[in-house]
């Protein structure tokens, strides 16, 4: 008997978001975003920081912001406060600071909980603590309620502060596979399809200014292709939302999906290799 499908737990998540990072250019892309915009974007305060961060804290990409923060400020102090609701990522992002000597005058404070807890638990304790600088790492997909979201943790910002929010970019090939195939998709993923075009239109109608950053990413999918592939399974089990994807899913659908993730919007072919689109956007908000 075919077990049925379902979605990925956390920890079956965590991953399948490892495979997906192996084999995409999603955190080159970031670094050369770190590289080339964030000295300029992080230069206004210079008598301390404190910075809040939300998603994304399995790889450390925080980490790579916090030394920018360090260059461009020398003998700063740091207040960084991390809101993740997975144990894994919270666990994995302390090794990380405890294999980091170089992070000086840098503090840590971790919050165990999603974005809407931690804005219920501020707004209960009426300590609305100020930030320098928040970032949104590939996190709005898994929030209920978009637009207030970003309305708070913008009023969280202080006098020249900025928020930065990384989204998949509306001309990636998620947004095409979620737009003109969702049909190739199960039901199991409980997240929203949202793009870039979606969070610009949020911040227009709250009246903040912005400015959206466009980055090439690719992510090599070749191994999707190959029935019964353990790598492939684990990105079609991320592509999906699903756990064993490939071994749950109905033959129609998994065909569907796979014919899918080859249309020209999608992906491309080099040197024999299918390479999906992964670019990103980031957004930078003034407060």
């Known amino acids: 008997?075919?077990?049925s499908m379902r979605s990925l737990t956390a920890e079956e998540y965590v991953e399948a978001f490892k495979s997906f990072l192996d084999h995409s250019t999603e955190h080159q892309c970031m670094d050369e975003f770190n590289k080339e915009q964030m000295p300029n974007i992080v230069a206004g305060h210079k008598a301390g920081h404190a910075s809040l961060l939300l998603g994304d804290v399995l790889?450390?990409?925080?980490l790579k912001m916090i030394r920018i923060l360090q260059a461009v400020h020398p003998g700063v102090s740091i207040d960084n406060e991390i809101v993740e609701p997975n144990p894994q990522h919270?666990?994995?992002?302390?090794?990380l600071v405890n294999q980091a000597p170089d992070l000086q005058n840098v503090s840590f404070i971790w919050h165990q909980l999603t974005s809407l807890e931690y804005e219920q638990q501020v707004k209960e304790k009426g300590t609305h603590k100020k930030f320098d600088f928040i970032h949104m790492i590939q996190m709005l997909y898994r929030v209920e309620d978009?637009?207030?979201t970003i309305k708070f943790f913008h009023s969280c910002l202080d006098h020249h502060g900025k928020l930065l929010i990384i989204i998949l970019s509306d001309s990636s090939g998620w947004a095409s596979l979620w737009k003109r195939h969702r049909d190739c998709?199960?039901?199991?993923?409980s997240g929203h399809y949202i793009t870039c075009g979606g969070i610009t239109e949020a911040l227009r109608r709250l009246g903040v200014q912005h400015r959206?950053?466009?980055l090439p990413s690719?992510?090599?999918?070749?191994e999707c292709f190959s029935e019964g592939d353990a790598v492939g399974g684990r990105m079609l089990d991320f592509l999906t939302g699903t756990k064993n994807f490939q071994g749950t899913a109905p033959p129609a659908l998994r065909r569907r999906l796979r014919e899918a993730l080859r249309q020209p919007e999608c992906s491309s072919t080099r040197d024999g290799r299918v390479i999906f689109s992964n670019n990103?956007?980031?957004i930078v908000v003034d407060s």
Request: a negative charge; aromatic letters at 10%; hydrophobic letters at 45%.
């Open 90 to 95: 919270v666990a994995a992002y302390k090794e």
């Open 146 to 148: 978009i637009p207030n």
């Open 1 to 3: 008997m075919i077990p």
């Open 218 to 222: 690719g992510w090599d999918i070749t």
């Open 185 to 189: 998709l199960p039901a199991t993923d």
């Open 280 to 282: 990103l956007s980031m």
């Open 59 to 62: 790889a450390g990409a925080d």
């Open 212 to 214: 959206v950053y466009e």
